[in-house]
């Protein structure tokens, strides 16, 4: 109740004329979302200025309110100090989910966006990629034509020429490596014949664009030694929410060498603590994985559970650690893992958390654990993908190793 918050000054913001008759509905949602006393208190009175603002722009009832009024209430107040633009925008999350003001409809600010949305319906409904796929696709679709839009405002799909495409592709490669362009190229090319299907481009764009070169196998798996990941693991402070919930996230990724998405994706009714088993729905193959839930992170989980996760809906295991408590996505193991790499002082030069799960199948090789168990722990459909790891074990590969002969000495072909 706004009462508890603001006990001198809760009769002033409940008189305000346009936000006064909202604030106590306001509070009670603030707290649904897991914001706690102080910000609650600071978000409140900043509704005062708020308020002022859409007064002075003959704004008196909510009726009047819109997305974009609120847009430019958020822009006005950013260039301000107070933090009040950040106010704005979870009281236009609090107006959408109360169905006070209409969600901000996307505008069609560009030609691209009717063929953009057949293409990703394209590769759902025909091609049968994943989510994660689609969007990848789509981010750099979009890249494609907004570097377009950027050179000529009057660009149009039948405008598409190779000069066009390969203007881009020199552009994405001086900001990705080879690894990377080969997807960026692929993408690229996908859409074109797609476009040239529905006749909107040239026939045979996709066919004139070369891949770069990147050689199967050039790169090393990045993994860590099994002590750095222990030092790692013991560095995090378990003293804060956060530091709970990061401890909990990097011992699963490094008792069973779980991606970040699958991370994410985890949910309460994955782990079955009568039969002591953890049920992963791998979000990459799409096959689901049974393991063993061990004492250590049955330990981390349940005190994480305990002690640390919001009370919240979810069914989802791991939530923001800040208001608004919701899901993580699938790229806050990564962040979380470049922070924790930072505070810990440890010298790690890999910035992905997919090194751990790396750093965990090289310490099961070393360990002497059959590549068929590696495998199947890490969920590969193909033993190909595991053999990957023998190039780690740099002691079993110098007893493979054909001695050099002697300076000097003949060598017999």
Not at 85 to 94: A, D, E, I, P, Y
Not at 293 to 314: C, F, G, H, K
Request: proline share 6%; with cysteine.
């Amino acid at each position: 109740m706004i009462r508890e918050l603001l006990p001198t000054a809760y009769a002033r913001h409940l008189s305000l004329p346009l936000l006064g008759p909202i604030l106590d509905d306001f509070d009670d949602w603030l707290v649904l979302q897991g914001y706690r006393f102080n910000s609650r208190q600071c978000y409140l009175l900043r509704c005062t200025a708020i308020d002022a603002y859409f007064r002075k722009r003959h704004r008196t009832t909510l009726a009047s309110l819109t997305p974009e009024g609120l847009r430019k209430c958020s822009q006005y107040f950013r260039r301000r100090p107070g933090g009040i633009s950040n106010t704005v925008g979870c009281l236009q999350r609090f107006f959408q989910d109360q169905k006070i003001v209409a969600a901000q409809i996307p505008r069609a600010d560009t030609p691209f966006e009717a063929p953009v949305a057949a293409y990703l319906r394209y590769l759902s409904e025909v091609r049968g990629l994943s989510r994660s796929t689609i969007e990848q696709h789509e981010h750099t679709v979009w890249q494609l034509l907004r570097y377009q839009l950027a050179s000529d405002i009057t660009f149009r799909l039948a405008d598409f020429t190779q000069a066009h495409i390969e203007r881009f592709i020199v552009y994405a490669g001086s900001r990705y490596g080879r690894s990377t362009l080969q997807h960026v190229v692929s993408d690229v090319r996908g859409f074109l014949r797609f476009l040239a299907l529905r006749s909107e481009v040239p026939p045979g764009l996709d066919q004139q664009i070369d891949t770069p070169r990147a050689y199967r196998l050039e790169h090393l798996p990045r993994a860590l030694s099994w002590d750095t990941v222990t030092a790692l693991l013991e560095s995090i402070d378990r003293k804060c929410a956060s530091g709970v919930r990061d401890y909990a996230i990097f011992l699963l990724i490094g008792t069973y060498g779980l991606r970040g998405c699958d991370i994410a994706s985890l949910r309460l009714d994955d782990i079955d603590w009568h039969a002591g088993e953890i049920h992963i729905n791998q979000s990459k193959t799409r096959h689901p994985l049974t393991l063993p839930l061990t004492d250590p992170v049955a330990t981390a989980l349940i005190a994480y559970l305990q002690e640390a996760r919001p009370r919240a809906s979810y069914r989802e295991i791991f939530l923001t650690a800040i208001a608004p408590t919701r899901p993580i996505t699938r790229q806050a193991p990564g962040y979380a893992y470049r922070f924790r790499v930072r505070q810990s002082g440890l010298v790690i030069p890999y910035q992905g958390v997919h090194c751990l799960r790396h750093s965990y199948a090289a310490h099961l090789l070393h360990e002497g654990v059959p590549l068929k168990t590696i495998g199947d722990l890490l969920g590969h459909r193909s033993t190909e993908s595991t053999c990957v790891y023998l190039r780690l074990d740099h002691e079993e590969l110098r007893e493979v190793a054909l001695p050099l002969p002697a300076i000097g000495e003949e060598v017999i072909s």
